[in-house]
């Protein structure tokens, strides 16, 4: 489509992340298989049901406006979700899996944040009240994923940086627990004193 107003770059934007949510909605049952961790199957599950609610959403917006709502292929998600099939597929490990996952999934809630908060502007911009709180809505549960996931992560790379080379026994997976955490901490605030 041919877009030659703002009004046409907004539907454009929301046709695009419709399609970007149904796609999201055909992945996540495959990453909810494949994780292993309890708490990002479960994280991954409720995003399931608030990205359902979520594409709805903008059902809503094109009843509003008396339109059926259409989606456009969205490339960007595809490319996305593509790459993060290639990584975990490939990946025996468990605890590099859930990493892998994660970083996965952190692209896929970035592209969407970028996407929402465009279209959130330019409904504020048409003076589209109702849709931009919506999009608004949408936009900060898109944050709240990410954060969720930001959360896991920070136990599950640390599981994965560990169990990456060989099995040791339970106190030498403690012992080299502590020593990474507390070499993160030391590489950290050696950056925060260069900057
Ligand atoms: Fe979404
Ligand atoms: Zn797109
Ligand atoms: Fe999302």
């Known amino acids: 489509m041919k877009a ?3 009004q046409d770059l907004y539907l454009e934007q929301l046709r695009d992340l419709y399609d970007a949510e149904h796609q999201i909605i055909k992945a996540l049952p495959k990453l909810i298989d494949a994780a292993q961790s309890e708490r990002l199957k479960d994280a991954l599950t409720e995003h399931l049901d608030v990205t359902k609610e979520q ?3 903008i059902e809503q917006i094109f009843d509003t406006r008396g339109e059926k709502p259409r989606a456009e292929r969205c ?3 595809q490319g996305i979700i593509q790459e993060g099939d290639d990584l975990i597929g490939g990946i025996k490990d ?4 859930d990493a892998a996952i994660i970083a996965s999934a952190q692209r896929v809630e970035h592209y969407e944040m970028a ?4 279209a959130r502007n330019y409904a504020d911009l ?11 809505e949408t936009l900060d549960e898109e944050k709240e994923a990410d954060e969720t996931l930001t959360d896991l992560s920070e136990e ?3 599981e994965a940086e560990e169990e990456g080379g060989s099995e040791g026994a339970e106190e030498a997976t403690e012992e080299r627990r502590s020593s990474s955490s507390k070499k993160s901490r030391e590489s950290r605030s050696k950056k925060s004193r260069a900057a």
Do not use: F, W
């Not at 048409?126 to 608004?136: G, H, I, M, T, Y």
């Open 115 to 118: 996407g929402y908060g465009t």
């Open 75 to 77: 490339k960007g998600m």
């Open 156 to 158: 599950i790379n640390v």
């Open 55 to 57: 594409a709805s959403r």
């Open 126 to 136: 048409l003076d589209e009240n109702e849709a931009s709180q919506l999009l608004q």
């Open 94 to 97: 468990p605890n590099v899996r």
């Open 4 to 6: 030659n107003s703002l």
